[in-house]
């Protein structure tokens, strides 16, 4: 399966700033990635679809203009919590999707205090 | 009715006995079937993937898959206390839908 690394893999914040979150694809050129959020105790819940090269498709109710995602290479994707608040503080999750399947980086645990 | 819907558990079994995890969902036309596992503060691991009905095996775990029940499950024979955690079905729509997952511990 593809290889996938996220960076940093925790950060804490104070409110009001923004983090760039990175998510990397190490052995496969990803045409597509996709970023989830995860808080404590609850499911996975997809945020945005990332295409290479184009815009990202987000879901219903995610500020397309809080999170910011850029994939400008095919083994590069980042998601950019502009202006965070406590409320955002949750395991920021990305993923490929390689040969139909789908493999995850480590995670990202973001603070914002 | 949920796209891909799981027992929330939590399941416990003693260690050493087949802990079944289920899954149904809900597009008739979908292929491909997914079994992720998901420690606690880690993100969601692919352990197993099923395209035809029927079994498939791969060490301890099998899945199982029958389209026209429309239900997928995971087998886990010989549970070890390093198999609890959080099992995920997912099926691929028009996206990839994940269960809430189904929360197993295995006790000593």
């Known amino acids: 399966g593809a290889v996938v690394s996220q960076h940093p893999s925790w950060v804490i914040c104070k409110s009001g700033t923004s983090v760039k979150i990175e998510c990397r694809s190490l052995d496969f050129q990803a045409t597509t990635m996709f970023w989830y959020r995860q808080f404590p105790k609850q499911s996975l819940m997809l945020m945005a679809t990332s295409n290479e090269g184009s815009k990202a498709t987000y879901e219903q109710g995610v500020e397309k203009d809080k999170f910011l995602i850029n994939h400008a290479s095919l083994t590069l994707s980042t998601l950019t919590v502009t202006s965070a608040h406590p409320e955002d503080s949750s395991f920021y999750i990305c993923s490929v999707l390689a040969m139909g399947e789908q493999f995850f980086g480590p995670g990202t645990r973001l603070t914002v205090l | 009715q949920k796209e891909v819907e799981q027992n929330s558990g939590p399941l416990s079994v003693p260690e050493g006995a087949i802990a079944s995890l289920n899954c149904t969902y809900s597009d008739r036309g979908s292929q491909s079937f997914f079994w992720y596992r998901q420690y606690s503060g880690k993100s969601p691991e692919l352990i197993m993937s099923?395209?035809?009905?029927g079994d498939k095996e791969d060490g301890r775990f099998t899945a199982q898959l029958n389209k026209a029940s429309q239900y997928v499950s995971l087998l886990i024979r010989d549970s070890q206390p390093s198999d609890s955690a959080t099992y995920l079905c997912?099926?691929?729509?028009?996206?990839?839908?994940f269960g809430t997952g189904t929360s197993l511990t295995v006790i000593p």
């Open positions: 997912a099926v691929p729509i028009n996206q990839f839908y």
């Open positions: 099923i395209y035809s009905n």
